[in-house]
């Protein structure tokens, strides 16, 4: 009777409805995602440097990438889409990945750097130096470290491929049992900006009396910074510290200068250079315009002064360096600061090394060293102070340049230093025994915490910096309120020659697709006409099977 009743459903079906959906909806349900929400994630990633300088091209120079995963120590890394994290990245790995032709890499590095171990540090450092360097058209992502990213990272390092040792039986299982993800840039190809500006802010507190016969002191310093990455490259000792002191020496001195008793007869010239990072094109420019012009009324300061004071690299350390392309004589202006300088730093910090460093410049390197080189070469007395001693610091161009690279209470005494030792030159002494000491507390410390919590608060990377961004905002606005004729200046490479080139594409988004691997298909493949098969021969065999079963129910019902 139960056979019977199976062979009025059957015919029922044989005739109106699929009789295999009744096998493969259960099948298919059992192996889709549990979630449809997890089968792809996307996340931000910067990618590495792209830009010419001087004829040169620097970093990568490809951005898509829509490749298959795995990780970087697997077998077959051809046209695939590399993953490691940062504690597995060396150089030597990174030119495998060159040598194998791989397609896109990917290296994600921890949310908070500092927490990196000191070898650890100096390990990351040397390779990024190594990787800034290179010119390749392998697409090179960095990503900070998420749950979901780290999740990815282990499925891929025992999966297929992989350089783990597995049985025959594990590695057919995981070829069709395992997830593999394909890894989708979602922007464009990287494209040239020619026009894209680079911007200048300067201004001035003139001094006592007739502005064009007093002699003039130029400050400067650099804003912006520079990592592997643009998008994870914040500067804080290099060079948001050298910003900094040069504000609160504006804020300090304009105090000064608002009052006829305290009315120094200098002029002070204060600029805050754009495209330090890329052989101090700000500073080149801003040269050229004003003295090889000559239209302008900086151009009779410039051609008259008496040093030009680069700032750089000042929020750490225990020295404090003086460099200078040309010692200088003891009678002129650069060496009554040096002095004041030592004088300075021996009455207030009996801790504090201060030294004089002096480099040649070397024309035939591709880059200078220090921003006073620039003014250097166009034989304008220059010098630029630094706690480092040496201009090849790693550190000066790394993303692991953070906020908390920079001790405030540091540099806010460098302020204090520089300023008093300003001081004295400005105003002297009375006798050689007389103390100068212009400024007290001033709320420098608290001061210079405001400015470094906001100059470390979003990159500063030359290719990120717009007109309208708010890092510049706020250095224009706070030079703005210290003194006056306060201008923002802007320029552009040369159209025919150009001396850099900028690239688009420093930030974006990739979406990491979980897919099964193509053997995975094949399986899926073969299994599903083996059910079509078996269906079909039950279907169309129904008779026989009905006999066969006949024969083992019957006498079971019988029984009963």
Same mark, same amino acid.
């Given at each position: ?28 349900? %059992? ?30 120079? &490809? ?48 949310? &908070? ?9 100096? *390990? =990351? ?23 979901? *990213? ?44 020619? !026009? ?27 804003? !912006? ?61 801003? %040269? ?15 051609? !008259? ?74 034989? @304008? ?6 706690? @480092? ?62 400015? *470094? ?30 003194? &006056? ?33 193509? *053997? ?17 021969? =039950? ?22």
């Amino acid at each position: 009777m139960i056979i019977d009743s199976l062979e009025d459903i059957f015919e029922a079906f044989r005739g109106n409805f699929p009789v295999q959906l009744l096998i493969f909806i259960p099948l298919l349900i %059992i192996i889709s995602p549990v979630s449809p929400v997890h089968g792809s994630h996307d996340f931000a990633v910067y990618r590495m440097q792209q830009y010419d300088l001087q004829g040169r091209p620097y970093g990568c120079r &490809n951005a898509l990438v829509n490749l298959e995963a795995r990780s970087l120590d697997s077998k077959a890394v051809t046209r695939r889409c590399l993953i490691t994290t940062l504690h597995d990245f060396t150089t030597a790995k990174f030119r495998y990945a060159l040598e194998h032709n791989a397609g896109g890499l990917l290296v994600l590095i921890p949310q &908070n750097l500092t927490a990196l171990s000191t070898a650890e540090q100096e *390990l =990351f450092l040397h390779m990024e130096a190594d990787l800034m360097e290179e010119e390749t058209n392998l697409p090179v992502y960095f990503a900070q470290e998420t749950p979901q *990213l780290l999740r990815i990272y282990h499925d891929l390092q025992h999966s297929v491929g992989s350089s783990h040792e597995l049985s025959t039986i594990q590695e057919i299982s995981n070829a069709v049992t395992g997830n593999g993800f394909q890894m989708v840039f979602s922007g464009q190809q990287s494209k040239a900006q020619p !026009d894209m500006k680079i911007f200048n802010i300067q201004g001035k507190l003139s001094g006592l009396g007739i502005e064009e016969r007093l002699p003039t002191i130029a400050l400067i310093a650099h804003y !912006d910074a520079y990592g592997v990455a643009p998008g994870l490259s914040f500067g804080a000792d290099s060079n948001g510290s050298g910003v900094i002191v040069l504000l609160e020496i504006a804020r300090l001195f304009s105090k000064l200068y608002s009052s006829t008793k305290t009315h120094a007869k200098y002029n002070l010239l204060f600029l805050l250079s754009g495209g330090g990072k890329f052989n101090y094109q700000g500073s080149k420019h801003w %040269i050229e315009d004003h003295i090889d012009t000559g239209a302008t009324e900086e151009a009779t300061l410039l051609s !008259d002064v008496s040093y030009a004071l680069c700032l750089d690299s000042l929020g750490g350390g225990t020295g404090l360096y003086m460099h200078v392309s040309k010692p200088p004589r003891d009678d002129s202006a650069s060496g009554h600061l040096k002095r004041c300088l030592e004088e300075t730093v021996e009455a207030h910090s009996s801790d504090l090394r201060f030294g004089l460093v002096h480099k040649k410049i070397n024309l035939g390197d591709d880059l200078l060293s220090w921003e006073h080189e620039r003014y250097s070469i166009r034989r @304008l007395p220059a010098l630029t102070l630094s706690h @480092l001693e040496r201009p090849n610091e790693p550190r000066r161009s790394s993303i692991l340049d953070t906020r908390s690279a920079v001790d405030a209470t540091v540099l806010a005494r460098n302020v204090k230093l520089i300023a008093d030792a300003l001081g004295r030159h400005l105003y002297g002494r009375v006798n050689e025994s007389a103390q100068l000491q212009l400024f007290g507390d001033e709320g420098i410390e608290e001061s210079v915490r405001g400015w *470094l919590d906001m100059l470390t608060s979003v990159p500063r990377a030359q290719q990120v910096l717009t007109k309208d961004h708010p890092i510049l905002t706020s250095l224009l606005a706070g030079m703005s309120r210290f003194m &006056n004729d306060v201008q923002l200046l802007s320029f552009t490479a040369e159209k025919r020659d150009p001396e850099f080139t900028f690239f688009s594409g420093v930030t974006g988004v990739m979406v990491a697709y979980s897919v099964k691997p193509a *053997l995975f298909d094949l399986f899926l493949g073969l299994c599903i006409a083996a059910y079509l098969a078996i269906i079909y021969l =039950f279907v169309l065999k129904f008779s026989f099977v009905q006999t066969v079963l006949r024969r083992f129910i019957a006498p079971k019902l019988k029984s009963l």
